[in-house]
């Protein structure tokens, strides 16, 4: 049976790195893989971008409110070769229920998903993504990578200028104004002034 899999990490863990290296190692056997993500990432428009330098465009973006499975299914239909796996970059952004749908491709069509995304925003508080992929996943992964301090960062800061700001809304994506840290819990304790979520 396949699996869905969420490797989950703080901003800068190699999410996107992962991903395109788990592309490579099956594309470097002779096997077909899908790339997706949320259309509301619009960083790197219809690409998944490594902080290395390295992109991949994505086979096919989903809307807020279009069914993962359709989108698959179209996508896979283009080629005969079968699909070996579907790579899913930002999916803390999918809705529960486009969630539940990667499941269903994992299970019922066979094809295993590895989903790659932010547990928490910047106030600490689950994405509604991220927690039905850890209430549903077959296996969690966390990708860790480290505080300014050299602890575990396991927080999202989000800065404005040279400031962190704690409130706005939940998805702000990288822009001029604003950008993100990853932090331990006592860095981002002592930047909230000791506020966990708002």
């Not at 096919?60 to 579907?86: H, Y």
Request: hydrophobic content about 40%; aromatic content about 10%; some cysteine.
């Amino acid at each position: 049976m396949a699996k869905l899999y969420f490797r989950y990490g703080a901003m800068n863990s190699g999410k996107s790195t992962g991903l395109l290296q788990a592309a490579f190692n099956y594309e470097e056997r002779g096997q077909r893989v899908l790339l997706a993500k949320p259309a509301t990432d619009t960083k790197g428009e219809r690409d998944v971008v490594s902080r290395l330098g390295v992109t991949r465009a994505v086979d096919f973006l989903v809307g807020a409110d279009e069914s993962v499975i359709e989108a698959f299914e179209a996508a896979a239909s283009e080629d005969e070769a079968p699909v070996a796996c579907l790579l899913v970059d930002e999916a803390q952004f999918f809705a529960p229920w486009q969630v539940d749908e990667l499941l269903r491709i994992a299970v019922e069509r066979g094809v295993p998903v590895l989903a790659y995304g932010i547990r928490t925003d910047f106030l600490t508080h689950a994405f509604p993504g991220s927690a039905r992929l850890l209430e549903l996943a077959h296996s969690l992964e966390e990708l860790k990578t480290i505080c300014r301090c050299g602890r575990k960062a396991m927080f999202n800061g989000r800065r404005i200028g040279d400031g962190f700001v704690f409130d706005g809304d939940q998805v702000a994506i990288d822009g001029e104004a604003v950008t993100y840290e990853s932090l331990c819990a006592t860095c981002y304790l002592q930047e909230s002034g000791g506020r966990l979520g708002s």
